[in-house]
């Protein structure tokens, strides 16, 4: 798995022109952009998530777990990219919907569950995203 985190003061996301997740801080929140591949199982979902509730990014070196900070987590398969050939990306490294699916609800599911505020994309949905990157900061996860 892979995670891209973005530090936002703002972030939105729309799927035919309705919203279906969005966070407005107070402060700062954080967007964790979530690619699948085909190894991934569930305690990697468990792991990264738990390492994004600590991970130190918000404004005096503070975690979302010290603050409370809202989380809008969205599915992204093209995280798994691989452009080394031609100028047509492959996504085989991707794992297939029915793989990533469950992994992606399971890392947002472990947010909760350690106590973040979670609002969440829609799976295989084309989707427009909207966030106001705060720094900016933006850091790739990976167990």
């Known amino acids: 798995m892979r995670v891209l985190v973005q530090r936002v003061s703002s972030a939105r996301v729309s799927v035919d022109g309705e919203a279906v997740g969005e966070i407005t801080p107070a402060g700062q929140g954080l967007v964790a952009l979530v690619g699948v591949t085909h190894d991934d199982d569930m305690g990697k979902a468990r792991r990264l998530a738990e390492k994004l509730w600590q991970l130190r990014i918000l404004d005096g070196e503070r975690s979302a777990s010290d603050v409370g900070a809202p989380i809008l987590v969205v599915s992204q398969f093209t995280l798994y990219a691989d452009t080394a050939k031609g100028r047509r990306p492959s996504w085989n490294a ?4 029915s793989v ?3 992994l992606v609800a399971e890392f947002g599911d472990t947010l909760r569950q350690l106590g973040a505020q979670v609002a969440t994309g829609r799976f295989g949905a084309h989707m427009s995203v ?3 990157n705060d720094g900016p900061v ?3 996860l990976e167990l």
Request: proline share 15%; aromatic share 0%.
């Open 100 to 102: 990533a699916e469950p």
């Open 94 to 97: 991707a794992a297939p919907g």
């Open 138 to 140: 933006t850091v790739l």
């Open 130 to 132: 909207e966030l106001v």
